[in-house]
């Protein structure tokens, strides 16, 4: 990392934030109201408009506060390329160290799926053994996967939308709001809005074009917003722990995957609550352990780094 040079107010860097969520959502809107594009004919087709919209938001937010961080000169992109995260090194801490930490989560969600596949088996009408009951649960779910890889709204899901929004609410944002002198448990806690509030778009969505009556649009996204502000936390310390985006990024894909975590099941009779209160104590035991900076970094001593790792 490189030591900051550049000093703007935190007003400056907030405004900048604001802009930044701003364009993310009023883009997506651009080939219709702006470019005059015709309505799309296919989900395929709307959605490949959004996939192009993401990227170029993104591509404008890296831009704009690159420059205003003061490392404009693409002719040191290694340096642009650190102050945002995306890193080389520590690759596979990157990744296994906040899945790992994730999944704790999800331990209820993996024990009901457990319980689910044993009541399969037992319950087998043709006695199948249990070695070739799992050979079906395994070609099932390859067949699932050969599915939703030419499933267009897996890869928003699964591939656009983490990639993207980790871009501009984590990498492009963050160092804004430390640089404009917030500290980091405030932006933690702080970020995370913009998050959110880029996400209102659904509400207009449900309400004015799948005519959903107020209060249900309302409280799908407000259900929504609550789960993102709750992520948005997550990510960020993520972020900030560890300087390289990749760890928002797999955390993101993975929560897409496996939905809100499972709290109880009756089938379970009270082991998927256990699993998953044990799961969540693990999960805040382990929560500064597993994304300590020296883990993701080759240098924490002294640091002289734009985030303060360090200083946590």
């Not at 929004?165 to 709001?177: D, S």
């Not at 659904?202 to 609550?226: C, D, M, S, T």
Request: overall charge positive.
């Amino acid at each position: 990392m490189m030591a900051a040079s550049w000093s703007f107010s935190g007003i400056t860097a907030v405004a900048a934030c604001a802009a930044m969520a701003v364009l993310y959502v009023a883009i997506l809107y651009s080939p219709t109201l702006l470019l005059r594009l015709p309505p799309p004919t296919s989900i395929e087709s709307f959605m490949l408009r959004r996939f192009a919209c993401a990227v170029v938001s993104s591509l404008i937010s890296l831009v704009f506060s690159s420059f205003l961080l003061g490392v404009g000169d693409f002719k040191e992109l290694p340096v642009i390329l650190n102050v945002y995260g995306i890193r080389s090194d520590h690759a596979w801490q990157a990744v296994a160290f906040p899945l790992l930490l994730t999944g704790l989560l999800y331990t209820g969600s993996f024990v009901s799926r457990v319980l689910l596949f044993i009541h399969a088996w037992k319950g087998s009408r043709d006695g199948l053994s249990f070695g070739a009951c799992l050979c079906g649960i395994v070609e099932r779910c390859i067949h699932g996967a050969r599915s939703s890889a030419s499933d267009v709204l897996n890869w928003r899901n699964y591939v656009v939308a983490p990639i993207t929004e980790e871009l501009v609410f984590r990498a492009c944002m963050i160092p804004l709001l430390l640089c404009g002198g917030l500290t980091a448990y405030s932006i933690t806690f702080f970020s995370p809005i913009f998050f959110s509030l880029a996400h209102l778009n659904h509400f207009l969505e449900l309400y004015y074009q799948q005519r959903y009556n107020f209060w249900k649009a309302f409280l799908i996204v407000g259900n929504q917003l609550g789960y993102t502000i709750i992520f948005g936390w997550y990510a960020s310390f993520l972020f900030i722990r560890t300087g390289n985006v990749v760890a928002p990024i797999v955390a993101h894909i993975f929560c897409n995957m496996m939905g809100l975590p499972v709290f109880s099941s009756a089938r379970g009779k009270g082991i998927v609550a256990f699993s998953f209160a044990v799961g969540v104590v693990g999960f805040f035991k382990l929560l500064f352990p597993a994304t300590r900076p020296d883990l993701f970094n080759d240098k924490t001593d002294d640091c002289s780094c734009w985030h303060g790792y360090c200083n946590w």
